[in-house]
């Protein structure tokens, strides 16, 4: 159990479960749940993240245990919204049970907006080297910005299933802005008495995959009024 930090703006920290024997998609192939809290800490609402639910393109066999260790890291592309690692220890990437993290950007919902795996074969770590099924991700902990460059470090575990000892490999990580946006309005002024103008977002050409949804508001509501949101589509600008 975690607490990940406040995913959907309302002041209230939200927390992350595993469940890493749950059987989403095959047997043992593990589950985090979000679970939003209000301030009696009664949970309000639960976003479940397994092979099957949450948004999750990643692939999970039997017997991952994805979930039984996971992280916040922050906000890494700073939109706002915190993110978190998940540890899937017994992953088969390479050989047998040498283990596998998830990074996970997160929407304000608590399901996955983009992911990232780090593996013996997957993510580029090429210094990576594992054996004897050791189980890379059974144990994860967020470190901060140790080398005071603006990276934040993770730690995580590895030597689980070793019986000759295990590791600590601490990733560094660098926090991504997200893609400017372009807003233009059609017409400079309009008029007062039931006036209207066009206003139109777009994104660069280079960042187009995945919906995106932008807030709006009006710093006057009684002079004019916009839409709560707009979405761009993938693959659109």
């Known amino acids: 159990v975690k607490n990940i930090g406040d995913l959907n703006g309302d002041g209230r920290d939200e927390i992350s479960v595993g469940v890493f024997h749950d059987d989403d998609g095959g047997t043992d192939r593990g589950a985090i749940y979000t679970l939003f809290l209000d301030a009696s800490f009664d949970v309000t609402a639960a976003q479940k993240i397994s092979d099957t639910a949450g948004g999750f393109n990643g692939v999970l066999d039997d017997d991952d245990l994805f979930g039984m260790t996971m992280a916040p890291i922050g906000d890494v592309d700073l939109d706002g919204v915190p993110d978190i690692i998940v540890g899937s220890n017994k992953d088969d990437d390479g050989d047998t049970d040498l283990g596998a993290v998830f990074v996970f950007l997160m929407n304000s919902d608590g399901t996955v907006k983009a992911e ?76 007062e008495n039931g006036g209207a103008t066009t206003l139109t977002v777009t994104r660069p050409a280079s960042a187009t995959t995945g919906d995106l949804t932008v807030l709006l508001s009006s710093d006057d509501e009684s002079e004019a009024t916009v839409p709560a949101s707009v979405t761009i589509a993938d693959g659109q600008t």
């Open 116 to 191: 990232a795996k780090i593996s013996q074969t997957t993510g580029g770590f090429d210094d990576l080297v594992l054996s004897g099924g050791e189980r890379f991700g059974r144990s994860l902990a967020y470190l901060g910005d140790l080398r005071q460059d603006g990276t934040f470090g993770v730690a995580v575990g590895a030597g689980a299933g070793n019986p000759v000892g295990g590791a600590i490999w601490i990733l560094y990580f660098q926090p991504v802005s997200p893609p400017g946006l372009t807003v233009t309005i059609a017409a400079p002024a309009i008029s």
